[in-house]
């Protein structure tokens, strides 16, 4: 990685825990910010597949989907921007389907790499547990609608933590001749 | 390519070449090894693991996308089974973004080649086959990139299948389906292929996986539109380029016996470094090699020759050759494990994955080096680290940095 890369990397995660401790403190005012965060997600999808589109794909065969593909995104990010009231209630069916889905994955694979005879499973599998409950919470505390921002706070604090780290970690590769 | 070529037909062109029964035993294991060694394999062992050479499916599944694990999936992939062939390409009216992914576009012949087999001379038999292993997926692997990319490795609808009837050609559309544990039915040219993924960077866009196994097969005649081909068709013929992979080598493998010393008409190029790079200026020729190489000061450099085969080799056994090549089947591991034990004499025992893990796991902590499987992980690393540092070198951070430790070789 280059220097830059590692700086992005660490502003990055740094500004995600900032994010992510202000949704952990302030639950009830962070209801918006998620929403907020949704609809910007979807901007900078939008806005990242015109830029692939105009630097990579125009020179693609079949380029011009991701064309299309970014006009419909932006569409999306408008929408979802001027929503100003969703029940709670579907943001938490949304990440308990997710996790719920991400940890039954993790633990199949986690599964096959022990049966593989690596030793690397654990990590795998310890995810794999952690989604499935998050998902099972999400479903529990169903009446308490902050739970939702809980959930995504912490999401953010281990994302931010892993770009945190990943900026650390060495990647040169040592060769020998 | 599968089994039957870098392991069969390693060993048979490593016989032509040469070496002994039992060398040549070694040198196809090698080959053949370089696409099990995966992490999960090296892990089981407690060897180090970036000498995987390979990625299991489930590897790839968890590989990250982000900048680290790019780096790590080209670094493996762009080493040992896409190879690049012009690091240099140029292509006007295209982003510096798009051109470092169409400079990793494998193919035969390219200066990294020449590097790779320089890079076994002197070194293990097991060296050797993983410099064979890179050599022969050069030709199968053409046209596509050992890194994620839509933009480069996707494939569409217009991809026709030449069949030889009665002695016409004839044009059949192939079908892909995702299915992986379907097997490719050969019979109604349906194959399995990996899941269109719109994102650039997905796994799904690695090398040759939208055209699934069908670039493998030796038989395969086939023409399509690459996304990277400005519209123009290309047409891919497999049985020709098996076989060009096939006598290069055993002119490759001549070479890093010290059969082709200069001063043969074939010979490679000899050079008595100054260490400031030297400049290798071949005769006019297709695959002569015109550039300037870092080198040792002092150091007798020995360049290898691109674009040369082994003329013998096809005059003497070439109808053979091309009888097994163009056999439609789905593996020819029993055609060439015959041809092999006509030429040798001696009975080419099947490939064992776990031959020489014993060997390595009950080693001394020194002597694991001195294992079959130590001077395999010496050799892969030695490869993909001068593989990483090329395309460092040109510019190109698809693969990291990489550092250079001089080791003593082990022979």
């Not at chain 2, 039992?22 to 090698?30: H, P």
């Not at chain 2, 559309?173 to 299915?179: A, E, G, I, L, Y």
Request: glycine share 8%; charged share 20%; with cysteine.
């Amino acid at each position: 990685m280059t220097r830059f890369q590692r700086g992005k990397l660490l502003v990055g995660g740094t500004i995600m825990l900032a994010v992510a401790g202000v949704m952990l403190f302030l639950p009830n005012v962070t209801y918006n910010l998620i929403m907020l965060f949704l609809g910007l997600g979807f901007l900078v999808s939008a806005v990242s597949m015109l830029w692939y589109y105009f630097t990579m794909a125009r020179y693609m065969v079949g380029g011009k989907m991701t064309l299309y593909k970014g006009i419909i995104f932006a569409d999306f990010a408008l929408l979802t921007l001027s929503l100003t009231d969703v029940p709670r209630l579907y943001i938490l069916l949304y990440l308990a389907v997710i996790h719920g889905f991400s940890g039954i994955i993790e633990i199949l694979r986690a599964r096959e790499a022990r049966l593989n005879g690596t030793k690397r499973f654990k990590l795998k599998l310890i995810h794999g547990i952690v989604n499935v409950v998050i998902a099972l919470s999400c479903i529990i505390f169903v009446k308490n609608t902050n739970t939702a921002v809980f959930i995504y706070g912490i999401g953010l604090v281990y994302s931010a933590l892993c770009k945190i780290t990943t900026a650390f970690r060495r990647t040169t590769f040592i060769y020998i001749q | 390519m599968q089994e039957d070529f870098h392991y069969y037909a390693t060993y048979c062109a490593a016989y032509l070449a040469g070496y002994s029964h039992e060398e040549s035993l070694e040198i196809a294991y090698s080959a053949q090894f370089v696409d099990l060694c995966s992490r999960t394999f090296l892990s089981k062992i407690g060897a180090p693991l970036n000498a995987a050479t390979t990625q299991l499916q489930l590897e790839m599944m968890d590989a990250r996308t982000d900048i680290i694990g790019l780096q790590d999936i080209t670094r493996i992939w762009a080493a040992f089974h896409f190879l690049p062939q012009d690091l240099y390409a140029q292509k006007p009216r295209r982003s510096k973004r798009y051109m470092q992914k169409y400079r990793l576009i494998c193919g035969p012949n390219g200066d990294l080649l020449a590097k790779t087999v320089e890079n076994a001379r002197g070194k293990s038999l097991q060296h050797v086959g993983i410099a064979m292993h890179v050599l022969a997926d050069t030709w199968a692997h053409r046209y596509f990139a050992g890194t994620p990319s839509l933009v480069i490795n996707n494939t569409e609808h217009d991809f026709v299948e030449l069949l030889d009837v009665d002695g016409e050609q004839v044009e059949r559309p192939v079908k892909f389906r995702h299915s992986p544990t379907a097997a490719d039915d050969l019979e109604n040219g349906i194959y399995t292929n990996s899941l269109f993924q719109g994102n650039e960077n997905s796994i799904m866009n690695l090398g040759h996986g939208r055209a699934g196994h069908f670039p493998d097969y030796s038989f395969a005649k086939y023409r399509y539109m690459p996304a990277w081909g400005d519209y123009q068709e290309i047409e891919k013929d497999n049985p020709a380029d098996y076989e060009k992979a096939f006598a290069q080598m055993v002119y490759a493998m001549k070479f890093l016996r010290g059969e082709l010393e200069p001063g043969a008409s074939s010979a490679g190029v000899e050079n008595i470094c100054s260490g400031r790079g030297a400049e290798v200026r071949g005769a006019a020729g297709e695959g002569e090699r015109i550039g300037s190489y870092s080198c040792i000061q002092g150091a007798r450099c020995v360049f290898f020759r691109t674009g040369k085969y082994d003329e013998e080799v096809l005059d003497k056994y070439g109808a053979r050759i091309r009888e097994i090549l163009t056999k439609r089947q789905l593996i020819a591991s029993d055609d060439w494990k015959r041809f092999g034990e006509e030429l040798s004499g001696h009975t080419v025992e099947d490939f064992d994955i776990e031959k020489y893990q014993e060997q390595y796991v009950n080693a001394t902590k020194d002597g694991k080096d001195k294992t079959f499987i130590g001077k395999f992980i010496r050799g892969a690393i030695s490869q993909k680290g001068m593989v990483t540092e090329e395309i460092h070198k040109s510019g190109n951070m698809h693969a990291g940095f990489s550092k250079l430790k001089r080791v003593r070789a082990l022979g």
